[in-house]
């Protein structure tokens, strides 16, 4: 059984004494483990959640699967690491669906402005965790943002700020400290959704491993001379599909959930002194809730005397000051933080239990993802299938608890340099240098970006629509026809992107701007033996492999002993910038979604082992390296068609905040059992409730004081956003919390936060709660 975070205060007082003697010997055995610390470290965290209504989610390029509400929160979470007196680096990782060039553009100008050259696009890495289910917009390339119907300023903003000020936190939170290093295997948390394009693949490379997708989690631990662990950051291959393609909700999906899991669990760790055991959930609950009664009728005399009142006017940070964490932070002591970073994830699915047919139940074609020659019956199933909230409470979980225990394990230290290098690239010319098996070599291009037909077919996590097939490299004359009405590609481009039948000819449309980038970044990070490769892409597993193995190569062959045969490199992936897929040459030839979606043509894996190699070398060797190429800054030119919100309303004799479904009264709820409660209210796009909630769950402690318990990050708490039609000036916020089974039962209700429009422009924010009710 779970051991509650409010049982702390209940205890006898020699089993609460006994604890806090464990935890400072805990506190006090981490810091002898890390008494040499060689580096400053610190971290940061800010909320980055968008517009939670009317936007578009990205990832899915489904113009219908509009945001409605939330799932949990988006947060930036930022490592520093720095040698005293020499280099540092940065690592921002994301809960959004990938990084942006312009986002990437905009947050360098803000730290060059407040910090000169000590943060610039050399040493600072901005990195997406790949959820499916985070606002779009924020990109500037007009292929990125067609389904957010234009850029959305909102999406934008919030994620700059969010980033910006993370990396603000860890800056001021750097401290003397370590560093450790560690690996695991996860077997149970991603696929391979394209094995056809894989086993194209030489059968001798395909022999060098034991699966067809990466299985290694790579973790780091900070430890902070004086106050032992702040935090940990890893990078596993998986998804962020867990959410469907149908999902409205904004959702961190697996990589976010872990991520809640982690902070939640050393926070519990702390509290309690233990770690987590195999039959405990993880979760964020406020510790600071005294005893409570247990009679049962006397408990419900006292819920029926709360009764939901009328909506009420609040301040603007009341949501803020009521959130679990805000009750938990305990000022004078860093925050751990916890990032869950996405690597080589481009053929890994989290649907782990495979590909069915809607209408059959059978398995999809194996080559084409196909049932009936239909692509669009074609959908992956995750481990709570039907249930794509289990499925993504599970993925996540299965994450966390590996990371918690290389968390645990953690001993090898990083020791040694910290480094950067970076540069600009033009991937639509890049000439690349081959050499075949007899050592003769040639010279061969990449081409400007270019999509293909399969492309439109999307995968077995989110199926396309129309007559698109993965593994199409012949095209079909009505598409083609289509195609013609934007650009028709010239034979030079249909050659160089070979055998891809062009479906959108992206590199070289230009109207009413660029649609596709040709200028990328690419980056190493060093701290010590730990190299991390940036990429602006997604890497397919056998791709990321030739990659990381062809750099390892460079720092162990030409080290000079710097690095040994220990040196651990990883990929970030969707990093900096986004470009789409890269696959290998021979899953190119196959033209699954990855072939299709690789823009660069067959040869862009290559011309990124060229360049990182030459990157791996210069970081040996200590010389910079130049490029007189600059991204377009395209901030300007950009395009919104997201009509803004006019103005809120209510029915007359109603407030804003006002119950319009109360929960039942006089009632008492089960843990496991599920508790609804439907308010009056306005757009959230009106107030985005930065670092506060529009949700939460509050439990009674004594006779009159309401005590925060979950909000709108927890993983039971869902804020679901809707009006009548689209015009309307009406809407209603409808709050589930799935009780937890660790939940201590009590008296409680459901309270919401909002923001209302007024019609000259003025927000007005109010709150409003449910009637009191029983958790038994």
């Known amino acids: 059984m779970e051991r509650s975070l409010f049982s702390v205060s209940v205890r006898k007082p020699f089993l609460a004494l006994w604890q806090w003697i464990t935890l400072i010997l805990l506190l006090q055995s981490s810091k002898s483990v890390h008494s040499d610390s060689n580096y400053l470290i610190g971290l940061g965290s800010y909320d980055i959640t968008g517009p939670a209504a009317d936007v578009n989610l990205m990832g899915y390029a489904n113009t219908e699967q509009i945001a409605s509400g939330l799932h949990f929160r988006l947060r930036a979470r930022t490592f520093i690491v720095a040698e005293p007196q020499g280099n540092r680096v940065v690592f921002v990782n994301l809960d959004a669906c990938m990084a942006s060039q312009l986002v990437t553009i905009k947050v360098i100008e803000r730290l060059k402005a407040r910090y000169g050259d000590l943060y610039t696009e050399n040493n600072v890495a901005i990195s997406g965790t790949h959820t499916h289910a985070g606002p779009g917009g924020y990109l500037q390339y007009v292929t990125y943002i067609i389904t ?99 999902n409205s909700l904004i959702s961190g999906d697996n990589k976010g959930a872990a991520a809640r899991f982690m902070e939640d669990w050393f926070d ?143 001993s090898e230290q990083l020791k040694g340099k910290v480094d950067h290098r970076h540069i600009y690239l033009d991937f639509s010319k890049l000439e690349v240098t081959l050499s075949n098996q007899t050592g003769a070599s040639g010279v061969v291009k990449t081409c400007p970006a270019a999509m293909g037909f399969a492309f439109a077919a999307g995968t077995t996590d989110g199926p396309g629509a129309f007559d698109f097939k993965q593994g199409d490299d012949h095209g079909n004359p009505f598409w083609r026809l289509v195609r013609g009405l934007l650009k028709t590609p010239g034979r030079e481009q249909i050659n160089c992107q070979h055998p891809k039948p062009i479906l959108l000819d992206t590199g070289e449309m230009k109207k009413p701007y660029d649609w596709a980038p040709s200028v990328l970044p690419i980056q190493i990070l060093r701290v010590g033996q730990l190299v991390i490769l940036s990429v602006p892409g997604e890497f397919t597993t056998m791709a990321g492999r030739r990659l990381r193995d062809a750099v390892k190569s460079v720092l162990v062959s030409g080290g000079h002993g710097q690095f040994g045969d220990n040196v651990h490199v990883v990929i970030a992936g969707l990093t900096n910038a986004y470009s789409q897929y890269v696959t290998t040459f021979e899953e190119y030839q196959v033209q699954r979604y990855e072939g299709a979606s690789t823009l660069f043509g067959p040869h862009t894996l290559s011309a990124y082992i060229q360049e990182f190699k030459k990157l791996a070398a210069a970081i040996l060797s200590g010389q910079p390296v130049e490029s007189d190429l600059q991204p377009p800054d395209l901030l300007k030119k950009q395009i919104s068609l997201l009509t803004p919100v006019v103005v809120d309303g209510t029915p007359a004799g109603v407030k804003f905040g006002d119950i319009a479904t109360d929960v039942p009264k006089n009632s008492t709820f089960k843990r496991g059992g599920l508790v609804k409660a439907v308010f009056w209210t306005a757009c959230p796009r009106n107030d985005l409730m930065s670092e506060g909630t529009f949700a939460l769950v509050e439990m009674l402690q004594g006779t009159d004081t309401w005590v925060p318990a979950y909000d709108d990050d927890d993983f039971c708490l869902r804020y679901i956003w809707s009006r009548p039609s689209k015009l309307s000036t009406r809407s209603r916020a409808t709050i589930e919390w799935r009780i937890p089974n660790y939940a201590t039962p009590g008296v409680y209700r459901i309270s919401h936060f909002g923001a209302a429009k007024g019609l000259m422009g003025s927000i007005r924010h109010f709150t409003g709660s449910s009637s009191a009710f029983l958790v038994s």
Request: with cysteine; hydrophobic share 30%; glycine share 8%.
């Open 148 to 246: 957010s119907f234009g850029f959305v300023r909102q999406s934008f903003d919030v994620i700059v700020d969010g980033i910006e000020k993370s990396i603000i936190q860890a800056h001021e939170n750097l401290r003397p400290g370590s560093i450790f290093v560690d690996k695991g295997e996860i077997l149970d948390a991603g696929v391979n959704r394209s094995p056809s394009a894989y086993l194209n693949n030489p059968a001798t490379e395909r022999s060098k491993y034991k699966y067809d997708v990466d299985k290694e989690m790579t973790l780091l631990k900070f430890v902070d001379e004086e106050w032992g662990p702040v935090g940990s950051f890893n990078w596993f291959a998986t998804h962020g599909t867990s959410m469907s393609r149908t």
């Open 268 to 410: 519990k760790k702390i509290v309690e002194g233990h770690y987590l055991e195999e039959d405990e959930i993880p979760r964020r609950i406020s510790n600071i809730i005294p005893d409570i009664k247990d009679n049962h009728h006397e408990l419900l005399e006292l819920a029926a005397s709360f009764q939901s009142p009328s909506g009420q006017s609040a301040t603007n940070i009341l949501s803020a000051s009521r959130r679990v964490r805000s009750a938990l932070r305990q000022p004078e002591k860093p925050t751990f933080i916890s990032a869950f970073c996405q690597t080589n994830c481009g053929d890994v699915s989290p649907n782990v239990l495979g590909a069915f047919c809607i209408d059959t139940g059978l398995p999809c074609d194996f080559n084409h993802s196909t049932c009936g020659g239909k692509n669009e019956l074609c959908y992956g199933r995750g481990p709570g299938y039907p249930d794509e909230f289990e499925s993504t409470r599970i993925i996540g979980e299965r994450q966390f608890r590996k990371a918690a225990d290389l968390f645990n394990k953690a």
